[in-house]
T-cell receptor
Framework: EAQVTQNPRYLITVTGKKLTVTCSQNMNHEYMSWYRQDPGLGLRQIYYSMNVEVTDKGDVPEGYKVSRKEKRNFPLILESPSPNQTSLYFC??????????FGNGTRLTVT | KQEVTQIPAALSVPEGENLVLNCSFTDSAIYNLQWFRQDPGKGLTSLLLIQSSQREQTSGRLNASLDKSSGRSTLYIAASQPGDSATYLCAVRQTSYDKVIFGPGTSLSVIP
């Protein structure tokens, strides 16, 4: 089944403790991206990648890192999480200039 | 900087009505525009994607149009049903840097 898989679905952590949210797609898509969704602010793009070893900043990249070492994986790394990074995170992928396919989301709480 | 807006923010209609959701964007340099629905606490489901060279796309009871020169897209839902209740989001993919910008969404409630 074609899908975008995010893990974990729920994560509660403390300020400053490094964490990684994984994203994997099995559709051989070139484009992958991360978003955060906050009440009143909607969905905002954090980072995106056009292909292996190519990443670019979205609108809200501060406090996040990504890597694209393999085509199927695009992990989101929070080196030192803070409470203002508490949010619902989505990963998405697509072929170039084609519909985005979204994962089921990761709800992150930073205390 | 690209800005995407959606009107109305919320809409409540009786079952069976035809309805129109609006999406506006400020920069016409886009590859495509995509419409999604999102159920509470859930992920995004793609409904329709319109390429910048296209005028409209249809899927079942849904029809989306795009007027790139005026920066507008509409999503038409025919014969609405309670199962259509959700938040509807539009998103544009820009030609510059391939960024994706979402609108704030329209919350739709279809009353049986």
């Amino acid at each position: 089944e074609a899908q975008v898989t995010q893990n974990p679905r729920y994560l509660i952590t403390v300020t400053g403790k490094k964490l990684t949210v994984t994203c994997s797609q099995n559709m051989n898509h070139e484009y992958m991206s991360w978003y955060r969704q906050d009440p009143g602010l909607g969905l905002r793009q954090i980072y995106y990648s056009m292909n292996v070893e190519v990443t670019d900043k979205g609108d809200v990249p501060e406090g996040y890192k990504v890597s694209r070492k393999e085509k199927r994986n695009f992990p989101l790394i929070l080196e030192s999480p803070s409470p203002n990074q508490t949010s619902l995170y989505f990963c998405a992928s697509s072929p170039i200039n084609s519909p985005l396919h979204f994962g089921n989301g990761t709800r992150l709480t930073v205390t | 900087k690209q800005e995407v807006t959606q009107i109305p923010a919320a809409l409540s209609v009786p079952e069976g009505e035809n309805l129109v959701l609006n999406c506006s964007f400020t920069d016409s340099a886009i590859y495509n525009l995509q419409w999604f629905r999102q159920d509470p606490g859930k992920g995004l489901t793609s409904l329709l994607l319109i390429q910048s060279s296209q005028r409209e796309q249809t899927s079942g009871r849904l029809n989306a149009s795009l007027d790139k020169s005026s920066g507008r897209s509409t999503l038409y839902i025919a014969a609405s049903q309670p199962g259509d209740s959700a938040t509807y989001l539009c998103a544009v993919r820009q030609t510059s840097y391939d960024k994706v910008i979402f609108g704030p969404g329209t919350s739709l409630s279809v009353i049986p």
